[in-house]
């Protein structure tokens, strides 16, 4: 399962940063996916692309509701909330909150294409 999360707002490549640091750490995510920071190709002359989401490629034991968790968890913790776009599988949700709602949305979204 590939799930792809992006950011909307003046602080969204900080934010994006911020989040994929935060779920480094979480070791019920850690332990079943693989994580990494999504860049744009560099245009001529740049040195590097645009930070554009993160991409959490996760095996089969893989829990939806740790991911959801962390998620809110590190929103709970921010300031300035940005938009988060979560997609996968053509599913996408936009959230903007931390509740437990929120918490359900991503769970409910993730396990629409589980096996």
């Known amino acids: 399962m590939a799930i792809n999360v992006y950011m909307s707002g003046d602080q969204a490549e900080q934010e994006l940063r911020s989040l994929f640091a935060w779920l480094q750490q979480e070791s019920s995510v850690r332990r079943q996916a693989l994580l ?4 744009t190709p560099p245009a001529a002359g740049e040195m590097g692309g645009v930070l ?3 991409k959490v490629v ?4 893989f829990q939806a509701a ?3 968790i962390a998620y809110a968890s590190w929103r709970a913790t921010r ?3 940005p938009k988060v776009t979560i997609k996968q599988a053509g599913i996408e949700i936009t ?4 509740d437990p709602e929120t ?3 991503i769970v409910t979204a993730l396990k629409r294409d589980a096996p």
């Open 58 to 61: 996760a095996d089969e034991g």
């Open 66 to 68: 740790n991911f959801a």
């Open 36 to 39: 990494s920071l999504e860049s």
């Open 103 to 105: 918490v359900e949305k």
């Open 52 to 54: 554009e989401g993160i």
């Open 95 to 98: 959230l903007d909150d931390a």
């Open 79 to 81: 300031s300035k909330r």
